[in-house]
């Protein structure tokens, strides 16, 4: 950074601005302003792709930093495809401002998170959301009977590699990229995977995640009901990994996942029913567990 304070306080300057985009699937794309391309960190910032930014501002504040970037739909950087599958939504981006001279003299201007993406007339605007907004998130521990954790996380520790809890098979019928049917896949209760997750890892669609919504036999068929269709299309043979889901309640946690020990609930909290309660006249009145 100081080699490029020292070039703009020589005034004579030759400077331009360099981004870098990274999906959350670990695929990488670089931009600038410059009319040549410029190589630093192991990525090349291509001058062709169209991609422009609006002034960064940022504060001293907890206030989210944010910014836009505008650019043109290419097919060769940023598509219209990927954008509707989702596949640019939390990305990251960093932003230089570079002497193109020297690539070594340079400095990160601002680092976040695409928030909003949206396409106006053959180009795209995406909201840039700063390293702020993290601190803007609610923060500690919840006290609710449901459990708190994601199941598979840190907190719940439920492998969920174990063959019990997910299966890896290829889509057979598929209905608007929301509605899957199988046929023989009878090896798990009903209702395994509602509120599972459900994963493409071939074809088109690789990569996409969507959320179990109902689990349901209809006939010799199941039938996996995602809450929202994912945002490509998933084709008969793509295939797919379908993971246990988890309704957060203690019973479900002792008995489905033999996981009680990490339930990050509290079962026993009274609810809001308890301040309509009012002392019994029959029975046994210990003051001890209602739950025996």
Known sequence: MTALLEHLAS?????????????????????TDHDRALDFDGISFRPDAGMSARAIATGTGLAVDNTEAMGVLSDSAITEADIDAGRFDGAEVRAWLVNWRDVTARMLRFRGTIGELRRVGGAFHADLRGLSEALNQPQGRVYQKPCAAVLGDGACRVDMNTAGYV???PAEIVDNAQEFRFAGFDDFSPEWFTRGRFTVTSGAATGLVGLIKRDRFDGSQRVLTLWQPLRADVMTGDMLRIEAGCDKRAETCRLKFDNFVNFQGFPDIPGEDWLMSVPS???TNSGGSLRG
């Open 11 to 31: 005034g004579l300057t030759t400077v331009c601005r360099c981004w870098a985009v990274v999906r959350r699937d670990g695929v990488t794309f670089g931009f």
């Open 167 to 169: 299966s890896d098979r």
């Open 281 to 283: 006249q029959s029975g």
